[in-house]
């Protein structure tokens, strides 16, 4: 995955798409969902309880599904494992199979993996049909007793439903091997009823990546049950217009979220695979969805691989996006610059730097969006140097719900925090406020090297002050020099003097000790290289962070932070990072 090691990924800035000189504008569109919209939407959810609703999920039933769908991305086989131990093992949490109730509360997350039915990937990694289907068949008869005749949520959310439906159709061998023919008359059945279910609420999806699963599932079942044709075609033109409003014309997803994209793309694999199953083509539109996805998700990956952790993804690791784009069949270069998408990126030498330069995503689409704009990440050949803290999505046991929302925070990514402030405001009930709206872009391409300026205005109506930051990455990668400006906005009166602060949070694996000018760092990465940071002003500490990887569990790790002063006239910050062994 390394975009530095294979030589079909060597830097080509034309084929990037880096217009040397380009200023670019991210305005936001920070529209959420208006009153009427969640009134409607959770009124058209209470009537799936109706007999109303039941009678519309009538209809001819099929007796057999027209093919497997082939799942070529492979499950976590840790998971697969504590499955046939008698336990599903969910980012920490241990449930018995023993005890599950598919009726009872749970997280958005774990009822994903559950009624989504996601857990058949993990099992079928560890367990032949023979060795699954028993626990398989024993946890769906307790899944179609409680749900079944009862659409309701989560079991029946859309994006719930359209990943079951296409789970089923993948792993079906293992849960259509029952000589019982009750049992798979009644899934068969639950099938088409979820089918009919999709297709009438697969629009009324949040905007995003459940709408795209939705769709996903209505094309998937018209492809896999006999007589689909009408319903194919009707999932085609759903799910082409849903990825219109899904992603940008880059290929990035409107959530911003690594996460996200990387599901989408799994999602499109999949979507392929049916095709391929019943030997017919995708639609044009698949494929090339799929070839921009792959790129722009590839522009955010670090030299191990992995993705960083931005908008609150864990850090995913290599293993896991390479498996997924394996399967998805697109080999291409990473994105480097992503206009809508918001991330830039710069290879140079064994060096890779990742910049968020866009501004948080829209309410609507946000999930768990973070106040990260202008922050940096910074990897070393296949080790990790300056990361985000990330994992704020991936609450749980291991990242408490009150930690997971520390992690959103401006201070939880390194870049510059101004008087203690999120650059763009958390509310308590989880969504974005006020904050960031405009971020200016300059990138060029020099003779010694790449420079990135970004500036944003989060900062301008609370404190007065526009944060500029300025980067420079030379051609072989081992020096990064950075300047942090905080400028008076023409738009409010002259602003007072306030505390800023910048962070640089490290990778576990990195060790970190103050020069005696205390003005400086070496930063020793495990039995790896030897980097020096160097601030020229400000007073630089030591202190202790956290980094959350793909898996939920947090590490313990240190930060680099530089305290300063921000003067009403405006001031700036300079700063070095430049490897010596």
């Known amino acids: 995955m390394n975009d530095l090691s294979n030589p079909f990924f060597q830097n080509d800035k034309e084929a990037d798409g880096i217009e040397t000189g380009k200023r670019l504008i991210r305005l936001s569109n920070d529209k959420g969902s208006s009153l009427a ?53 969910f980012r920490g949490q241990k449930l018995p199979l023993a005890d599950l109730d598919f009726t009872a509360p749970m997280s958005a997350p774990l009822a994903e993996y559950l009624h989504g039915f996601r857990w058949l990937r993990d099992l079928a990694s560890t367990a032949t049909r023979e060795q699954g289907a ?46 019982d023919l009750v049992y798979r008359s009644l899934l068969l059945t639950c099938f088409a009823r ?57 290929g990035g997803i409107i959530s911003r979220s690594p996460t996200d994209l990387l599901r989408t793309i799994e999602l499109l694999g999949l979507v392929n695979a049916a095709y391929d199953a019943v030997n017919d083509e995708a639609p044009s539109f698949v494929t090339e969805t799929l070839a921009r996805t792959v790129a722009a998700l590839l ?12 908008q609150g993804a864990g850090a995913i690791g290599s293993e ?30 064994a060096t890779v730097l990742l910049v968020d330069a866009a501004p ?3 309410t609507r689409t946000a999930g768990v969006g973070c106040a990260s704009t202008g922050a940096i990440e910074v990897s070393d050949g296949p080790d990790r140097l300056i990361v985000s803290c990330g994992g704020a999505d991936l609450a749980g046991v291991l990242v ?79 020096d990064i020099r950075g300047e942090d400006m905080l400028l008076p906005s023409q738009r409010r009166r002259k602003p007072a003097a306030v505390p800023y602060v910048l962070r640089f949070h490290l990778a576990p694996h990195v060790d970190a000790s103050l020069t005696a000018d205390e003005q400086g760092a070496l930063l020793r990465i495990d039995m790896a290289a030897l980097w020096q940071f160097r601030a020229g002003a400000g007073k630089l500490s030591i202190e202790e962070s956290l980094w959350v990887d793909g898996e939920g569990r947090p590490h313990a790790t240190k930060q680099l932070v530089v305290s300063a002063v921000a003067e009403p006239g405006g001031n700036s910050l300079g700063w070095l990072l430049k490897r010596v062994g």
């Open 37 to 89: 919209e969640r009134v409607a939407n959770h009124f058209y959810r209470l009537t799936w309880r109706t007999p109303l609703h039941n009678m519309r999920l009538k209809g001819k039933y099929p007796l057999k599904l027209l093919a497997v769908l082939p799942d070529k991305v492979g499950g976590d086989a840790r998971a697969g494992k504590a499955i046939r131990a008698g336990h599903f093992l």
């Open 400 to 478: 408490p719900e009150e930690l997971a929302q520390g992690l959103r925070s401006t201070a939880a990514h390194s870049t510059l925090i101004l008087d203690e402030r999120n650059s763009t405001a958390i509310l308590h009930d989880g969504t974005l406020g006020k904050g960031v709206t405009e971020v200016e872009l300059h990138r060029q391409e020099l003779e010694n090297g790449s420079r990135i300026e970004v500036s944003h205005d989060g900062y301008v109506r609370r404190l007065g002050y526009m944060h500029r930051r300025l980067l420079l990455v030379s051609n072989d990668g081992r």
């Open 134 to 179: 028993p626990i398989a068949e024993a946890v769906m008869r307790k899944w179609l007793a409680a749900n079944a005749e009862k659409p309701g949520e989560p079991a029946w959310a859309p994006e719930n439903a359209g990943w079951r439906l296409i789970f089923w159709a993948a792993y079906a061998p293992y849960i259509l091997s029952s000589n």
């Open 194 to 250: 979820t089918a009919r279910h999709l297709d009438r609420s697969a629009d009324k999806a949040p905007v995003g990546l459940p709408r795209l699963v939705a769709w996903g599932g209505v094309v998937a079942a018209g492809l896999l049950l006999p007589g689909g044709g009408p319903r194919r075609a009707f999932g085609e033109a759903g799910l082409k217009r849903a990825l219109e409003g899904a992603l940008y014309n880059d």
């Open 360 to 362: 948080p995503p829209a």
């Open 320 to 349: 896991q996006v390479e498996r997924v784009i394996q399967a998805s069949g697109v080999r291409t270069r990473p994105l480097r610059q992503a206009r809508d998408w918001g991330y830039q990126r710069i290879a140079a030498g």
């Open 299 to 310: 522009g955010i990956t670090h030299g191990d691989g992995g993705l960083a952790s931005w």
